[in-house]
């Protein structure tokens, strides 16, 4: 695994921890420093930060081709609750209330449902989001019905061709799965997310991949997630033909509409790249096409805040604004309703819904930029608070072998994922060489030269 990322100490204004009155503004400095605080920005400005990975095990059934876990990962040991606790305040006192948790990992739920509930409660009486990041094959009906009456906010599904699932052999193929989790959610009042890794074998299928997304009411939000080099997957460097223009322009071929990715932006343009469309009976229009109209909606919002906690109170604060401001609260709400008319057909023969579309650009871990670290708005909760992700993706190992501090009643004690229990000390050992480690709790390159050493002897 490539380890040549930026020191600690130069990365991610956006981690560092609150001590001033607006927390949207280490964030919002980020972006300013690297000419990224347009008018079309909404980080920085209406949130302090876009989500927070609290990776809650290691563990994983899949091995996909490409994965951002280390060699090492499946050989620590899962954080205990009061670790996981412990970080959860973290990421509170960074971004306060609002801000969206994605319990992760490896996969969540190899972990106790139990557990799952208990982080789900404690995620909502903290007043922020939780969201269940997984790939669905333990994510059953009743699994999810359990979160759900937990606090469970969101669930994002992860599906795509580099998990090599038995049986299938396309995105097409893949569908089925996705309708079965679609299902899974139905009456329980979770929104539900798709996530898709794009590579070079499932580039030319993206299209229909997008068709089939826009054509399913039940999902509220759509991610494509662009192959990086990093982690411990066989795949390394991404194919020439995979950019961010040419990935947006497959999702917009399969909505069979322009999208405008350039109207309003979520962090660093390098970075991602977003969408909102409204959506009914096969048909999609974009919400973005007011390119002048978008932004001045976007000033007058940030000029009606009155948060103190970093997080605009969309609601509350668009009443504001039109109550200031009525003409272009009138232009806005005639905007949306061309929107919904242009849908035509679709009107008699679906719902109207409204799905957000994000293609992420994950940077390689050779080959951290900077700016982008600087500006980043997907951070992941460490022993020493919130990380870039890439960044964490290119310096996985030391932040696993880092104690965590835990603050209890007889007074601190330490936890270290390579050992299994709460120790008395911060000087716990590094995480043991992989080439001692089983077969069995190796995955990705590392699997792949075991066992050819084991074919070879």
């Known amino acids: 695994m490539k380890d040549t990322a930026p020191t600690l100490s130069s990365v991610i204004p956006a981690g560092r921890?609150?001590?001033?009155?607006?927390?949207?503004?280490?964030?919002?400095?980020?972006?300013?420093?690297?000419?990224?605080y347009g008018a079309g920005q909404t980080a920085g400005r209406f949130y302090p930060i876009?989500?927070?990975?609290?990776?809650?095990?290691?563990?994983?059934?899949?091995?996909?081709?490409?994965?951002?876990?280390?060699?090492?990962?499946?050989?620590?040991?899962?954080?205990?609750?009061?670790?996981?606790?412990?970080?959860?305040a973290t990421i509170h006192s960074h971004y306060g209330p609002g801000v969206s948790v994605q319990l992760t990992g490896g996969d969540p739920t190899l972990r106790k449902v139990e557990d799952l509930e208990a982080l789900c409660r404690e995620i909502r009486s903290l007043n922020m989001r939780s969201c269940l990041m997984t790939n669905g094959i333990r994510a059953s009906r009743a699994f999810l019905t359990r979160l759900a009456a937990a606090g469970l906010d969101d669930v994002a599904f992860h599906v795509d061709m580099t998990q090599e699932r038995n049986g299938f052999n396309s995105e097409a193929e893949l569908n089925v799965v996705r309708r079965a989790y679609i299902r899974h959610t139905r009456g329980l009042g979770l929104r539900v997310l798709f996530n898709t890794t794009v590579f070079g074998g499932n580039f030319d299928e993206l299209p229909a991949l997008a068709q089939f997304m826009r054509d399913c009411p039940e999902v509220s939000f759509v991610s494509f997630q662009m192959q990086a080099d990093t982690g411990r997957g066989m795949l390394r460097e991404r194919p020439d033909a995979i950019t961010q223009d040419s990935v947006m322009a497959a999702v917009e071929a399969g909505y069979e509409t322009p999208l405008h990715f350039d109207t309003a932006a979520v962090g660093h343009a390098k970075c991602n790249r977003y969408a909102s469309v409204v959506t009914a009976g096969g048909r999609a229009v974009s919400l973005l096409s007011a390119k002048r109209l978008t932004h001045k909606v976007i000033a007058a919002l940030s000029k009606v805040d009155q948060s103190a906690d970093g997080h605009i109170d969309t609601r509350d604060s668009v009443w504001r604004m039109v109550r200031r401001n009525p003409l272009l609260a009138l232009r806005a709400g005639l905007h949306l309703l061309g929107c919904v008319m242009r849908l035509g057909q679709g009107l008699l023969q679906g719902p109207v819904r409204r799905q957000s579309v994000f293609i992420h650009n994950f940077m390689a871990a050779d080959a951290l930029e900077e700016d982008r670290c600087a500006s980043c708005v997907f951070m992941v909760a460490t022993a020493n608070g919130p990380l870039s992700m890439c960044v964490h993706n290119a310096q996985r190992d030391m932040h696993l072998a880092a104690p965590d501090r835990v603050d209890g009643p007889t007074g601190p004690s330490w936890w270290n994922a390579a050992v299994p229990r709460l120790s008395g000390g911060p000087d716990l050992p590094d995480l043991n060489d992989p080439s001692l480690a089983p077969l069995k709790r190796l995955k990705g390159q590392?699997?792949?030269?075991?066992?050819?050493q084991k074919d070879a002897s």
Do not use: I, W
């Not at 001033?20 to 980020?30: E, I, S, Y």
């Not at 091995?63 to 609750?81: G, K, N």
């Not at 590392?446 to 050819?452: D, K, L, P, S, V």
């Open 446 to 452: 590392m699997r792949a030269m075991r066992r050819n």
């Open 50 to 88: 876009a989500c927070v990975a609290l990776e809650v095990t290691q563990r994983c059934n899949l091995d996909c081709t490409l994965c951002y876990l280390s060699d090492r990962a499946e050989m620590t040991y899962d954080p205990p609750l009061s670790v996981l606790f412990a970080r959860l």
């Open 17 to 36: 921890k609150f001590t001033g009155t607006d927390r949207r503004a280490p964030l919002r400095g980020g972006l300013h420093g690297c000419g990224e």
